[in-house]
């Protein structure tokens, strides 16, 4: 039986969307990723894994991945949220990411508002499921 890699779905994502001009226009070339640091420029994209089954065993994975959107204004997270569903829905599928392929995407919860009480940043967030089987 051959063994299969379960692909890094939350680093992919990330490095998929920092591939995207659509989305670097907005962020920067370092405005998206799985931490928020210390020193954080806004706006920027947060993804987190939240779990997540295999689908058919061995082979069809479906991850849960935590989007947010962060940014100054909440005109500005919201603008992000959108565009980052938008390239994640139509742009990911198809996609060859890390040792897999991404054969659907699409939103389990729909866009929540949650601003941070720590900082009064402005932030979305959204359940995403990435459907992804190892590449032949």
């Not at 989007?67 to 139509?90: G, N, P, Q, S």
């Not at 990911?92 to 392929?101: K, P």
Request: aromatic letters at 10%.
């Amino acid at each position: 039986m051959t063994r299969y890699k379960i692909p890094d779905v939350e680093s992919a994502i990330v490095n998929f969307l920092l591939s995207k001009t659509s989305i670097t226009d907005i962020v920067g070339s370092s405005g998206v990723s799985t931490i928020f640091p210390k020193e954080v420029s806004l706006p920027r994209l947060r993804i987190n894994l939240a779990g997540g089954i295999p689908i058919v065993k061995r082979w069809l994975y479906g991850p849960r991945i935590n989007v947010e959107a962060w940014a100054e204004t909440k005109e500005e997270a919201f603008d992000l949220m959108a565009e980052a569903i938008y390239v994640l829905e139509h742009e990911l599928v198809g996609a060859q990411i890390d040792e897999g392929v991404v054969t659907g995407c699409e939103q389990e919860t729909g866009i929540s508002w949650s601003p941070d009480q720590t900082s009064n940043y402005s932030r979305y967030f959204v359940g995403i499921v990435v459907y992804i089987h190892p590449k032949l």
